[in-house]
């Protein structure tokens, strides 16, 4: 039915960019809330970035002012722009949607399968 396809993930050197796409494909009426989590070897996954359809954003605290979430509703696509990388960002990042598949049917949360992002010091 719904499929998250994430791509731009790789490996940076400390202090690098990178920019992570995720594509939303399908059968689809709506999409709310698009966003980023991260999850590091022997932790728990937690949130990164997340952007509302209307665009107001939230961003962890370790994450402000060198990632910038964004998304293109045309595409039902959401983007992270990551910069001044550091080591401890390191680990596998999913993308996530809240999504009506059809009108009256309930909000879903769907996730990526995940891309890697390791960032070398």
């Known amino acids: 039915q719904v499929q998250l396809v994430e791509s731009g993930g790789g490996l940076v050197q400390a202090g690098g960019s990178l920019r992570l796409s995720c594509t939303a494909s399908?059968?689809?009426?709506?999409?709310?809330?698009m966003g980023w989590y991260r999850q590091a070897p022997g932790k728990q996954r937690e949130l990164v970035a997340g952007?509302?359809?209307?665009?107001?954003?939230n961003y962890e605290d370790s994450v402000k002012g060198r990632f910038t979430i964004s998304r293109d509703n045309g595409k039902n696509t959401v983007y992270l722009q990551m910069s001044s990388l550091k080591p401890e960002d390191t680990g596998v990042y999913y993308c996530?949607?809240?999504?009506?598949?059809?009108?009256?049917?309930?909000?879903?949360?769907?996730w990526g399968q995940g891309t890697q992002v390791t960032v070398s010091s």
């Open positions: 996530y949607a809240e999504i009506i598949y059809r009108y009256g049917s309930l909000l879903t949360h769907y």
């Open positions: 399908g059968t689809i009426f709506s999409i709310g809330a």
């Open positions: 952007i509302t359809s209307a665009g107001p954003t």
